[in-house]
């Protein structure tokens, strides 16, 4: 994150062989992690996640996979261009730094507070404080269209004032007025991770303890945790965001001056991170597999039955 809000020039290390391997390494996340997620979100769609006992939860799962899929196209496909075709987005033109700029924090911010409310949905269902309007899918998507908007609306400066051309001609990505960097990757590890990280280790604890009792209690009866599959696999997916992001966002706010091939390493280890999605579901949550499966091999048989029906 930090390389793309510092004004780094090219140099020779910027094409050397580790460099090389951090830019193709975001141009392979760009490919993949679209396909991964939006096979995510067309599964997630499907007949079987539309019950009405499941649906709360997997408005956040949809949600979340569209904006992973942004987050693919900031700061992450610029890393590609810089190293590769030297040619950086957010000196192109003062659109694309704006849009740069704005989608990396935007996109990033939603997505972790999506995860938070995530853990409170399951904490909620498991805990004796579970109230039936959180459960319901019109105050879920509530939820979600506030969070969207308030992210928006924090990151709106940045599309205002962010962005424009020195008087010799060179694009400047902070504003004339103010100075956006590095006030706002500081305010962008509060954000993205800092407070997500004391909710989601409260939450998350909540939800382990009730598990465990749970299971102490061979209660596998019990309503609340007839969804403990899919609690689990949200639980191993919030976790993992806690130790994969941290580090990039850290190294924005405080270590700006490091070395741009690790800071972009790092990034790369951010980003894998909203590239699992769909191995995570896959692996972890039996209904999700069984959906993608379903879904894949019926398009198979699909086109073998069709040639058979013309030759009748």
């Not at 992973?68 to 694309?96: A, E, P, Q």
């Not at 048989?301 to 069709?306: D, E, F, P, R, Y």
Request: aromatic share 14%.
């Amino acid at each position: 994150m930090l390389t793309n809000t510092t004004t780094t020039t090219t140099t020779a290390d910027d094409t050397s062989a580790e460099s090389l391997i951090v830019a193709y390494y975001s141009l392979i996340l760009i490919i993949i992690g679209t396909v991964f997620n939006f096979l995510t979100f067309l599964i997630l769609c499907r007949s079987t996640f539309r019950d009405k006992k499941t649906r709360p939860i997997i408005h956040y799962m949809r949600t979340i996979a569209i904006f992973d899929i942004l987050m693919l196209y900031g700061w992450n496909l610029d890393h590609y261009l810089v190293i590769v075709h030297k040619f950086r987005l957010l000196k192109y033109s003062i659109v694309s730094c704006k849009f740069i700029s704005f989608i990396s924090y935007f996109t990033s911010q939603t997505s972790a507070w999506l995860r938070i409310f995530v853990c409170l949905d399951r904490y909620l269902s498991l805990s004796y404080f579970h109230r039936a309007w959180m459960s319901r899918s019109k105050t879920v998507l509530i939820i979600i269209t506030c969070v969207i908007m308030t992210s928006f609306l924090l990151n709106l400066h940045i599309l205002i004032f962010g962005c424009y051309r020195k008087n010799n001609g060179i694009i400047s990505i902070q504003a004339r007025s103010y100075r956006i960097y590095p006030l706002w990757n500081h305010i962008n590890l509060g954000v993205y991770n800092c407070i997500p990280f004391i909710l989601m280790v409260i939450l998350n604890s909540g939800v382990s303890y009730h598990l465990l009792h749970f299971h102490r209690t061979n209660s596998t009866s019990n309503p609340r945790i007839q969804n403990r599959i899919v609690t689990l696999t949200l639980v191993i997916t919030t976790s993992l965001f806690l130790v994969m992001t941290i580090p990039a966002t850290v190294a924005s706010a405080f270590f700006m001056g490091a070395n741009i091939t690790i800071l972009h390493f790092l990034d790369g280890i951010l980003y894998t991170y909203h590239v699992l999605s769909f191995p995570l579901y896959l692996i972890t949550f039996n209904k999700f597999r069984q959906e993608c499966i379903r879904m894949l091999t019926w398009k198979f048989c699909n086109q073998k039955v069709t040639p058979l029906v013309d030759l009748q």
